[in-house]
C-alpha cells in the first residue's frame, strides 16, 4: 500500500503487485515471471532483506540479476543511517535484468518510504537508460 503510493505519486503505471513466500525458488520464480513481461521496467520487492532465516530476497534477486546496481542499495542503508543505525543490517540488493530494474526495499511502511525516497531522484533516468534514452539532460 505505501510503496504503490509511492509509486503512483511519480506517476509509474503499476501493473502487478503480489505476495510471495519467503522461500527463495517462489521468490526467484515471480521475480522471473514479472521481469520477462514487456511492459514492466521496474520491480520493486519489500520485506526479506534483513538478518533473520527467512530474509532470502537478496539471494533470489542476486540469482537472476544479470549486473548489479550496489550504488542505490548503498545510497538508501548510508542515508537512511541517521534516522536509524538498524538499516546497516539491511542485506538489499539492486540489480538489472535485461531492460529491468530490480530493488529491494526493508518490509516495513516507514523504511519503505524512506529508502525510496532516497532513489526516486534516479529511479526515471535509471530506467530511460535501460530502455535505450541515453541522452543526458541539464548540465
Same mark, same amino acid.
Given at each position: 500500500?505505501t510503496?504503490v503510493?509511492l ?17 527463495? %525458488?517462489q521468490?526467484?520464480?515471480k ?5 520477462? /513481461? ?8 519489500? !520485506?526479506?532483506? !534483513?538478518?533473520?532465516p /527467512?530474509?532470502?530476497?537478496p539471494?533470489? =534477486? ?5 549486473r548489479e546496481?550496489p550504488g542505490?542499495a ?9 534516522? =536509524? ?5 539491511? /542485506? ?24 525510496? %525516497?532516497?532513489? /526516486? ?6 530506467i530511460?537508460?535501460? =530502455? ?5 539532460h541539464?548540465?
Open positions: 500500500k510503496l503510493g509509486l503512483l505519486s511519480m506517476k509509474a503505471q503499476v501493473v502487478d503487485k503480489a505476495i510471495v513466500s519467503d522461500e527463495v %525458488e521468490i526467484k520464480e521475480l522471473l515471471e514479472a521481469a520477462g /513481461r514487456d511492459e514492466i521496467n521496474l520491480i520493486v520487492t519489500t !520485506g526479506g532483506t !534483513g538478518f533473520s /527467512r530474509d532470502n530476497t539471494e533470489a =534477486t542476486r540469482a537472476i540479476i544479470e546496481a542505490l548503498e545510497a538508501m542503508r548510508r542515508e537512511t543511517y541517521s534516522k =536509524t543505525p538498524l538499516s546497516m543490517l539491511s /542485506r538489499a540488493v539492486c540489480g538489472i535484468r535485461g531492460g529491468v530494474l530490480i530493488v529491494n526495499l526493508p518490509g516495513s511502511p516507514k523504511a519503505v518510504t524512506e529508502c525510496f %525516497e532516497v532513489i /526516486r531522484p534516479v529511479l526515471p533516468h535509471a530511460d537508460l535501460l =530502455t535505450g534514452k541515453t541522452s543526458h541539464g548540465g
